[in-house]
C-alpha cells in the first residue's frame, strides 16, 4: 500500500480528521516545491516504514507527508503535474467560479461554464483511480472522448436556462429570481457530479485494485470502482452546489440589512464571499468521504473473495 494511503488510514479516520489533514495539505505555497524535492521526500518517507505506527508527532516527518499528499498519485507513483494538483484547485477554480455565476448572457455563460468543466474534468482525469492501464487498451482516448462530451454537454446545459430567459423574453422578477439565482447552484452540482462519472466511467467498467489491510492487492473490483466514483461525483456536487448557493444567500442578507452602503462594494463583498465559501467547502468535500475506501467482503465480487479470508478490503478513492 502507498504511503498515501496508508497515512489516510492511519489519521483519516473521522471526518475532522480528514479535513484538518486536507486543510495543510491544500496549502498552494506546495506548488512551489520541486521535483526533486518531493522525489527526496517520498524516498524518505518510503524507507521509514514505522511512522505510522502511532499519530505524527515529529514536524519534519509531517511536512514530508503533507508534500507526499498534495503532489504524488497514490496509485502510479508520479508526481501530479503542478496544475492538477490539490493545492492548485482553489486558486484556478475561483475566477472560473466567479466568472462562471456572473455571466447573464447565454453566449458568455457557456464559455465560461466550458472552460470550468474542462478544467474540473481534467483535473478528475488526473487524481482519479490509475488501476485501468492505457497500455492495454485505449482508455485514455475513451476518456478524453467522455470527457469532451460531458464538458460540451454540462456546458449547454448550464447555458440553456439563459437562452430560454432572452429567446421567450422571460423578464418577470421572479424568472429573474429563479434563473439567474436559484438554478445555478443545482445545475453546476448535477453537472459536476455528471462529469466526474463520464471522465472515471472506466473505474465503472474496469474495476479499480481492492487490498487487504496489509497492503497487498487481492485483486480488481468493478464494485469498488463504481462505489469510489460515485462517492466522488457526490462530493463534487456538494462542493459546487454549496459554492454556487451560499454566496448568493449571503449576498441577499447583507443586501437587506444594508451592511454594505456603496453598490460598487457590492462586487468586491460577493468575490470575497464567494472565496471564503469555496475555500471552506475544499477541504470538506474532499473529507466527505475517506480517501481510502473500505470496501466489506459481502459487496465484493465472488471471484476476489474465492482467494482471501479477509474480511475488510481497502482502495484508492481518488479525488
Known sequence: MDANLRLWRAEGQSFWQRFLLWADALDPLLLLKSSNEIKRTRLLIQTNENTLSEPIQNDQTKQAFLLSLSSVHPDTDKIIPVL???PAFM???????????VQHQA???????????AYT???????????????????????????????SYAACIGALPLIFMNRYALKSSLMQLVIKKMLPAPLFGLTS????????????DNGI??????GKVI????????KAVMETALSRAVLFGTTFFLPEVLMYCVQRARLVKNPRALGPARMFVTMSVLAGMLPASFSMFPQCGEIKRADL??????????TEFFYNRGI
Open 84 to 86: 492538477f494538483r490539490p
Open 91 to 101: 486558486p484556478i477554480t475561483l475566477p472560473l467560479v466567479i466568472v462562471s455565476s
Open 107 to 117: 453566449r458568455h455563460a457557456f464559455f465560461s461554464q466550458f472552460a470550468f468543466h
Open 121 to 151: 474534468a481534467a483535473f478528475t482525469l488526473v487524481n482519479g483511480n490509475g488501476t485501468p492501464k492505457a497500455e492495454e487498451y485505449s482508455l485514455q482516448q475513451k476518456q478524453i472522448l467522455l470527457g469532451l462530451g460531458a464538458i
Open 193 to 204: 457530479a455528471f462529469t466526474v462519472a463520464m471522465v472515471r466511467s472506466p473505474e465503472f
Open 209 to 214: 485494485e481492492v487490498m487487504d489491510r496489509n
Open 219 to 226: 485483486g480488481v473490483s468493478k464494485k469498488a470502482g463504481e
Open 301 to 310: 465480487e465472488p471471484e476476489i473473495l474465492s482467494s482471501t479470508e479477509e
